[in-house]
């Protein structure tokens, strides 16, 4: 339990050139663009607090949602940091795990919707764990809205004890589970996933049925969203066909995904050539309606 990796995920995915990404994409599909923020949009750092995403990163973004695709983040991060980080670009947001997501873009009222949580329940889950953290200085509890995360990344080496303070904590509690990522434990209500969420925004984002989502991610919570995107045991209710997307890691391990990246400066190269991508379709469309015209 070092790792928060899977021993049961055997796949290699095949590897990207992040500058020819554009020779994956068709002019014909719909791309619906999903994006982890910590390790993927922002460097790891050891303090969660630490982490940003550069401004050039959420100028690129900005760019390539100007040309019409449908963007969206799905992170562990709370919705009010996720917004923060995001900052001044407005998304659609999966927070939490998929325990707050808020249709910001999608609604002209910025509608939240909020899994229900026993709150109550979630304090006495609280203080317990941060009063079996007093003997670890290297123990960082994070505290959440609907969740709470206990981070070792501090000292890897405390992996084992963290998850068991966690997992004996949850005992008694029978409606929480526990998610595991990179050095971090994460205490969530059952039946919540990155998958799920996407799935979820996707519903509210579709403009067409010719639809080709994309979801870059880079721990071991992002695993069903790979899944999800590339139509893995996952459908959409309104869809005919099954999704047929994309999914891709950032790292080399074992992955659900398709395809991967080796890091964060790789993902913002893959970024830039799919605003090639778009600006090139643009330019292309717009030469067809002045030949019409």
Known sequence: ?????NPSINRRPIYILPKNFAEYLCPQQNYYLFLDIDGTLADFTLNPKDSVIPTSTLT??????SHGVKLAVVTGRSLAEARQMLSPLV??????????IAFDDISDHNETH?????????AVIRKSIIQSCIPFDDFTVEDK??????????????????????????????????KSGKYVWEVVP???DKGSAILTLLKRMQSS??????????DITDEVGFVAVQGENQIIASQPQPLKGMGIKVGSEATHANYYVRNTHEVTILLNSFLSFCQEHSMLAKETVRHVI
Request: a neutral charge; aromatic letters at 10%; proline letters at 5%.
């Open 1 to 5: 339990m070092t790792s928060g990796r």
């Open 60 to 65: 690129l973004l900005q760019k390539i949602q």
């Open 91 to 100: 998304l659609p947001i999966a927070a939490t795990h998929g325990l707050e």
């Open 114 to 122: 909020v899994v229900s949580v026993d709150i109550m329940e979630l």
């Open 145 to 178: 809205p609907y969740s709470v995360a206990l981070h070792f990344r501090k000292n890897p080496v405390l992996a084992d004890a963290a998850y068991t303070i966690m997992i004996e904590t949850l005992k008694t509690y029978a409606n929480w589970t526990l």
């Open 190 to 192: 059952k039946g919540v």
């Open 209 to 218: 049925n010719n639809m080709f989502p994309i979801f870059i991610g880079d």
